[in-house]
């Protein structure tokens, strides 16, 4: 019998929200957010609240990822009119040279950075 190289390492946790909202639809591990030695993860919703989205971020810690999300970006707190925020995820570099990661989201018809 073959090992597998990957295993089970936790399961990452939504805000309660109804169904089919594609939670993971788009998801990113993201160069250390809060500086605290750890990789990130962040992980797209572009169904939640009525198609307008959100994203999640969780912090890594140590071999793995915090199962509790730390931060919930909705597109109604950004933009009113986003649409199926959370379909898409980019964030390599710091664009504005703060030392910190910017994230791009993409949206229908639209992306917005996030500093």
Do not use: C, W
């Not at 990957?6 to 309660?16: A, F, I, Y």
């Not at 639809?25 to 605290?36: C, G, Q, S």
């Not at 109604?76 to 994230?103: C, E, K, N, P, W």
Request: glycine letters at 10%.
């Amino acid at each position: 019998m073959e090992k597998s190289l990957l295993t089970l390492n936790g399961t990452l946790l939504p805000d309660p929200k109804p169904q089919d909202a594609r939670f993971g639809y788009a998801i990113l591990a993201v160069p250390d957010l809060n500086h605290d030695s750890f990789n990130d993860v962040v992980v797209g919703a572009p169904l939640e609240d009525n198609h307008q989205g959100a994203v999640y971020l969780y912090h890594g810690y140590r071999t793995t990822v915090l199962p509790r999300f730390k931060q919930r970006i909705e597109s109604t707190a950004l933009r009113l009119g986003l649409r199926y925020f959370g379909r898409s995820l980019d964030g390599q570099i710091d664009m504005d040279g703060d030392g910190l990661v910017d994230l791009a989201v993409g949206a229908q018809d639209a992306a917005v950075v996030l500093r």
